[in-house]
C-alpha cells in the first residue's frame, strides 16, 4: 500500500503560479511511477501530467503542456507540480496517483491521493 498526501493548493489570480507536492509513505517510492490528475465539479476527471520512477520520462496533457511541470525527488518520497500560467480553467481538485507502469499510471493507477484544491480567479 502507498499512503498519498498532496498539498500547495490554494487561491491565485489568473496567470499566477503555484507548486503542488506530493509525499507517499508505505512502500518504496522509486518503485511507482507518479502522475497528476484534477477533477473540476461535474466534470471527468482529467489527466495532468505523468513521470517515470526515474524522473527522465514525462508527459503531459494538452491543456497543460508548456504551462505545467512535473518532477520529483526520489530522496524525500516526493512528486511536485510546477504550474504557472494559470487560467480559470485550471480550477479543480489536483490529485496525485501512483503505478507500477509508467505506460499505465494514466488510465489505472494503483494509489490515489485526498486532493488539493486549485481555485484560479479571473
Known amino acids: 500500500q502507498v499512503q498519498l498526501v498532496e498539498s500547495g493548493g490554494g487561491l491565485v489570480q489568473a496567470g499566477g503560479s503555484l507548486r503542488l507536492s506530493c509525499v507517499a509513505s508505505g512502500d518504496t517510492f522509486s518503485r511507482y511511477a507518479m502522475g497528476w490528475f484534477r477533477q473540476a465539479p461535474g466534470k471527468d476527471r482529467d489527466f495532468v501530467a505523468k513521470i517515470n520512477w526515474r524522473g527522465d520520462m514525462t508527459y503531459y496533457g494538452d491543456s497543460v503542456k508548456g504551462r505545467f511541470t512535473i518532477s520529483r525527488d526520489n530522496a524525500k518520497n516526493a512528486v511536485y507540480l510546477l504550474m504557472i500560467s494559470l487560467k480559470p480553467e485550471d480550477t479543480a481538485v489536483y490529485y496525485c496517483?501512483?503505478?507500477?507502469?509508467?505506460?499505465?499510471?494514466?488510465?489505472?493507477?494503483?494509489?490515489r491521493g485526498q486532493g488539493t484544491q486549485v481555485t484560479v480567479s479571473s
Open positions: 496517483a501512483a503505478g507500477l507502469s509508467y505506460g499505465e499510471v494514466d488510465a489505472s493507477p494503483n494509489f
